[in-house]
């Protein structure tokens, strides 16, 4: 990508799509395009089509998708699905159209099979059964990293897929049922601390070990990825896994909470672990810099410095 060049993020508004926007303006990129929720709804196929003739996107990073927790996927399968399918096959497919020079597509780890070998490693994408907790999400995920591949091939057109592990960042939404783990365990700890709550409930037991990477880390991997000669489908993260347990210890000890934590078993655990084999994005040449504390440590003073 050149400094000038005109370059879509699709999603402007989300924590990756936000996170992307402010790195390639702090790498000197100048003409960004921002594609967010209330100005374009890239469900819908005309208006995305539009958006395509009006602002001739050279290179676009679709981090748009309908996302949430594990309560959220398992409430609303249809939304998880449809929403998803729709927004990938319009941008995808008019990115072809328009003569996109390159696209990144980003997936989620959830693509793989529930009992994947750790670390996971690219190629057991699509060889075994859906964790059922977010079947639907992965199905339609999937189909986006598969669209990618079916363009690479008819085509010889240059969209490739990236596979992140669990994201978290400053700007991830609270709300129980639809924030991922992360935002939802530090802002339920951090609220009980400045409010002086007694205890605090999680969801399952604690026993579950997940990767998790900060929002910039994955913005400056996607940046540097859309810049390199790489054209396949290829993992994002930082090839450590933590527990649940462990990371409510974490953020306890950051803001000194010392009330109760209670573990509702009533409450779906997901995958017992899912940790992403990274070797393949390191041997290019890229390494997350942000620590799982430091990174905590960033939205407990985001939380501290904008809510009252």
């Keep these: 990508m050149d400094n000038d060049s005109r370059i879509l993020v699709a999603g402007a508004n989300g924590m990756v799509g936000s996170a992307l926007v402010k790195d390639l303006e702090n790498k000197g990129y100048t003409n960004i395009i921002k594609g967010v929720r209330g100005k374009i709804d890239f469900t819908n196929q005309e208006a995305t089509n539009r958006y395509f003739l009006k602002h001739k996107p050279e290179y676009v990073f679709l981090t748009a998708a309908r996302c949430g927790g594990i309560m959220d996927n398992i409430t609303y399968p249809v939304n998880y699905l449809l929403d998803n399918l729709n927004i990938q096959n319009n941008v995808i497919s008019l990115s072809h159209i328009h003569g996109v020079k390159k696209l990144m597509f980003f997936a989620s780890s959830c693509v793989y099979p529930k009992g994947s070998m750790m670390p996971i490693k690219e190629e057991y994408l699509m060889s075994g059964d859906f964790e059922k907790s977010h079947e639907f999400y992965s199905i339609a995920k999937i189909s986006g990293i598969k669209l990618c591949e079916a363009y690479r091939k008819q085509y010889n057109c240059n969209f490739i897929s990236v596979n992140p592990c669990n994201i978290y960042g400053a700007d991830n939404k609270s709300n129980s049922l639809s924030a991922h783990v992360m935002s939802s365990l530090i802002h339920k700890i951090w609220a009980a601390k400045k409010y002086q709550i007694g205890q605090v409930e999680c969801f399952g037991d604690g026993s579950p070990k997940r ?33 649940i347990s462990e990371i409510v210890n974490l953020i306890c000890k950051i803001v000194d909470y010392h009330g109760k934590i209670i573990w509702d078993t009533t409450k779906p655990n997901g995958a017992p672990r899912r940790v992403l084999d990274v070797t393949k994005l390191s041997a290019l040449g890229w390494k997350p810099k942000i620590s799982l504390e430091e990174g905590v440590k960033k939205i407990i003073n985001y939380l501290n410095q904008n809510y009252v």
Aim: aromatic share 12%; net charge negative; no cysteine.
């Design 211 to 243: 990767e998790f990477l900060y929002s910039d880390d994955l913005a400056d991997a996607a940046v540097f990825l859309m810049n390199s000669s790489e054209n396949s489908f290829i993992n994002i993260g930082t090839g450590i896994e933590n527990s």
